[in-house]
């Protein structure tokens, strides 16, 4: 099995992102504040069809609202790594959850995607994962996954679809 951690800021949502046509912009409410969200239906599509052989889980301050990306732009409903239901202000702590939750994952036996804009590029949390043979993308904030990271998700997906 094959488990993906999704970050939505900085990986789905992107302020001027390389997909194959212009983003669509929508603002969502969530928490009594209004966030304005770009992304690309190709890339929601691209997400979605992986998930019905990849396990993808949230792992984003988006967590409680979560209900709010499938209903505006579309996502298929995915479980989240454990997190509060409420906004975790702690950059420290939303870390912490998903570190937690990245270490479950490959403890379980499951291999390990993990797409988020702030995972280290060097150090020792890299090193460690990458080690047990997990996929880490740190795509740039303004322009989150690209085609090319997408084609390496599958890659690895259907390299280790049967682990």
Same mark, same amino acid.
């Given at each position: 099995?094959?488990?993906?951690?999704?970050?939505?800021?900085?990986?789905?949502?992107?302020?001027?992102?390389?997909?194959?046509?212009?983003?669509?912009?929508?603002?969502?409410?969530?928490?009594?504040?209004?966030? #304005?969200?770009?992304?690309?239906?190709?890339?929601?599509?691209?997400?979605?069809?992986?998930? #019905?052989?990849?396990?993808?889980?949230?792992?984003?301050?988006?967590?409680?609202? #979560?209900?709010?990306?499938?209903?505006?732009?579309?996502?298929?409903?995915?479980?989240?790594?454990?997190?509060?239901?409420?906004?975790?202000?702690?950059?420290?702590?939303?870390?912490?959850?998903?570190?937690?939750?990245?270490?479950?994952?490959?403890?379980? =036996?499951?291999?390990?995607?993990?797409?988020?804009?702030?995972?280290?590029?060097? =150090?020792?949390?890299?090193?460690?994962?990458?080690?047990? =043979?997990?996929?880490?993308?740190?795509? #740039?904030?303004?322009?989150?996954?690209t085609p090319e990271d997408i084609d390496r998700?599958?890659?690895?997906?259907?390299?280790?679809? =049967?682990?």
């Amino acid at each position: 099995m094959v488990t993906w951690l999704l970050d939505f800021d900085g990986v789905v949502n992107a302020n001027k992102p390389k997909w194959h046509a212009a983003p669509r912009t929508k603002w969502v409410n969530a928490d009594r504040e209004s966030y #304005k969200v770009r992304w690309a239906p190709w890339l929601v599509d691209e997400i979605n069809e992986l998930s #019905k052989t990849v396990n993808v889980l949230w792992a984003s301050t988006w967590v409680p609202w #979560k209900f709010l990306l499938e209903h505006n732009l579309g996502f298929r409903k995915f479980d989240t790594i454990d997190w509060p239901n409420e906004h975790v202000e702690s950059f420290a702590t939303r870390w912490a959850l998903k570190e937690t939750a990245a270490e479950k994952v490959l403890a379980s =036996g499951e291999s390990l995607i993990w797409t988020d804009d702030d995972l280290p590029e060097i =150090g020792p949390l890299p090193k460690r994962f990458e080690k047990a =043979g997990a996929l880490l993308i740190r795509p #740039k904030s303004n322009t989150g996954l690209t085609p090319e990271d997408i084609d390496r998700i599958k890659e690895y997906a259907n390299q280790h679809s =049967g682990s």
